[in-house]
């Protein structure tokens, strides 16, 4: 997932007195240990993963093997997020929607795989101050620029957040091109097919530079979103082709 920069409106789901979105204020810390039972949901999720898709990887040394990072997919699946694990070894850090949280025991599963919720119908501040936090402690953040799953093609209209987050952290971002996960589970899809996923990771963005006095510059933010428009087309077309099925 990914959000908006925050502007100056105040938090969604508190403006009006009414309830908070689920999810809201879920206690959040970010732990860099792959502890046991970490070890054991990743392994599991990944086999079901491998076991049904068999993803084929490229570009893997251009992920970091430390410091901040932000990885950056397409997005034209519900599965897509679950092929970051196969980019890298490190511990995966990553925003899903606050609606996973109306589950108590789902959200208490996502908190221990290094997932916290976001509120995608408004510029989160939440979400984007635990992202920040997961950056500034030299972990892996997935963030997909395009905010949403999409259809088609092109890639287009990218949300700011990835780049904004950069600018903060100084945190690299990573296009990630996800071939084939659009014909194996595509939006409304529940059960997805077994096709081949290729995924090709792209050399990485720098951070946008900062202005004199150390403040993100909004044209900065806005020029490193524009630029990785072509890098993500790049990737995403290339596993595309590898897929052979387009």
Known sequence: MAVSVPGPAPEAGDEAGGPAAPGRHQAFEVDPRRTP????ERAIFVTALWTWFRPKVVGREHVPESGPVILAPVHRSFADFGFAAFCTERKLFFMTKDEMWKNK???????TVGAFPVHRESADREALQRAEEVLRRGEVLVLFPEGTRRQGPVIEDLMEGAAFLSARTGAPIVPIGIGGSDLAMPKGSAIPKPFTIQVVIGPA???????????????????????????????????KAKTGRY
């Open 37 to 40: 039972l970490y070890r054991t």
């Open 105 to 111: 025991w789902l959200g208490k599963l996502l908190l």
């Open 205 to 239: 963005i720098p951070a946008p530079p900062r202005t004199g006095g150390g403040r993100v510059s909004r044209s900065a933010v806005h020029a490193t979103t524009e630029a990785l428009i072509p890098r993500l087309q790049a990737v995403y077309d290339e596993a």
